[in-house]
């Protein structure tokens, strides 16, 4: 029988969450490196006993630890993330341009097939990436070459949140970061270009269409249809069918299309996932119910998913990097909230169950199957 | 021998109990200090001051004697008790309200 493993970043920590592919007795293991930020902990696809961690603090700065043991023991390795070249500047909240510095890491991608080989995106936002197992890290500096001068910082800070690596071409990945938007390289990281043709940012730009700026808050794809993205906008979830050459809005009848993450279901590439939240001024769920969304038409039409999410007096929410699916033959989805809860579905959705309560707010989910 | 003696995250992340004895070449200073300190526990570098600059993190504070050194200069002396391992060289994780 399947193990399932979920790893669980949060503001005091990292858990991981365990069970088998019924999914519903679980054991609950940590917290690892209590007190400090965990932005993510993921595993690795070529080696599932690999793990990453993000560790931070506001004392203390930026810590990357790695597991051969499946968390079971701890490396420190490398944490110095020196931008290339002189950093340059970016646009700041006055208008003035402001050096780029170094934050934090906020999401750690690894190489499907080599577990060495790990990418990084950070605050300030750029794209790092290590092929000795996270021990060095190099810019892809490119990357800022992509009228980075215009980028600026978001309220949660101006970080490179989302890493996607192409399944059929290894020098194909797409980034995102608030607020500057979605970009593209084909060229293995080195040369970039903007995606963002399509959104429409008219409340928070003064240029609606601009090249670049808009606040881009998640982005996903199923393997099988790698030119396919979805996007989870800081208003607005969109879509693209050419790889980001240009996006159309799917937010159709959902009732709110402000949210922070968005999933695909495993086996079905139309199934996507989201989790509106009432606006930009109110980061909880409109009415007080947690309802997942669920389009198997690859959106517009969403239905609410219910049973077994609080349906009153729920004010959390669910941040980018806090939702992922399982790969069983009944696809499990998983989400944790600003409340500390980690909730799980076995059956894509219909149904959900608390796996945790109590847990300091959470910051991302990732999900491991086990032979 | 030097004394110092670290917040307990970063004897966490150190994998050491209180208090560290540190060989210190003269001139003992808070650089020096750090310098023996980062050679012993490289897991360290980065978290007391940064890696490239030096520059202590602003949240992290340096207490000896009954004194805040948090704003002296790096090169400064550290003082003689401390020199004399007699008192610890204190690395502090700063008060934060919340």
Same mark, same amino acid.
Request: aromatic fraction near 8%.
């Given at each position: ?49 690999? =793990? ?87 810019? =892809? ?181 806090? =939702? ?48 | ?57 602003? *949240?992290?504070? *340096? ?36």
């Amino acid at each position: 029988m399947s193990e399932v493993r979920v790893l669980v970043g949060t503001r005091k920590g990292a858990f991981v969450l365990r069970s088998n592919e019924q999914r519903k007795d679980w054991i609950v293991d940590g917290p690892h490196f209590p007190g400090w930020e965990i932005y993510h902990i993921t595993g690795t696809p070529a080696d599932p006993n690999r =793990l990453y961690v993000s560790q931070s603090s506001g004392w203390f700065g930026q810590i990357i630890q790695r597991s051969d043991d499946a968390g079971k023991t701890w490396e420190t390795v490398g944490n110095q993330f020196d931008y290339d070249g002189v950093p340059g500047t970016h646009q700041w909240y006055d208008g003035s341009q402001h050096p780029w510095e170094f934050k934090r890491v906020w999401h750690l991608e690894p190489s499907p097939t080599n577990p060495d080989s790990v990418y990084a995106g950070v605050e300030d936002a750029a794209l790092f990436h290590s092929d000795d197992g996270g021990k060095t890290w190099r810019e =892809l500096s490119g990357l800022r070459d992509v009228k980075a001068t215009l980028w600026q910082p978001g309220a949660g800070g101006m970080c490179l949140h989302t890493i996607v690596l192409s399944p059929d071409d290894p020098n194909r990945m797409f980034v995102a970061i608030s607020a500057a938007g979605a970009f593209r390289t084909d060229a293995g990281g080195t040369t970039w270009r903007p995606i963002n043709q399509g959104l429409n940012s008219g409340d928070e730009l003064p240029d609606a269409a601009a090249e670049v700026g808009h606040c881009v808050h998640s982005i996903a794809m199923h393997p099988s249809r790698p030119n396919t993205l979805f996007m989870q906008k800081h208003w607005d979830v969109m879509r693209s069918d050419n790889a980001g050459e240009l996006w159309h809005e799917v937010s159709g009848n959902l009732p709110s299309d402000f949210g922070f993450p968005i999933g695909v279901h495993a086996h079905e590439p139309d199934t996507i996932y989201v989790v509106p939240i009432t606006s930009d001024a109110h980061h909880f769920p409109p009415d007080g119910k947690l309802r997942v969304y669920r389009s198997r038409s690859g959106g517009n039409d969403w239905e609410a998913l219910t049973n077994g999410l609080p349906q009153r007096d729920c004010y959390v929410n669910v941040l980018r990097n806090a =939702l992922s699916v399982d790969s069983l033959d009944s696809c499990g989805v998983y989400f944790g909230t600003t409340g500390g809860q980690v909730y799980v579905s076995a059956d894509s959705g219909d149904n959900w169950m608390p796996i945790v309560h109590d847990l300091p707010p959470v910051l991302s989910v990732e999900v491991q199957i086990l032979p | 021998m030097i004394v110092v003696t670290l917040p307990t995250h970063l004897r966490t992340l150190a994998k050491v109990s209180n208090p560290i004895e540190l060989q210190v070449e003269e001139p003992v200073t808070q650089a020096a200090i750090l310098d023996a300190l980062e050679a012993i526990y490289p897991m360290l570098r980065g978290t007391i001051r940064d890696r490239v600059t030096k520059e202590r993190r602003p *949240f992290v504070r *340096f207490f000896a004697c009954g004194e805040d050194l948090s704003h002296e200069s790096p090169d400064s002396a550290v003082p003689s008790e401390v020199m004399a391992g007699k008192q610890p060289f204190r690395i502090i994780g700063a008060m934060a309200g919340g």
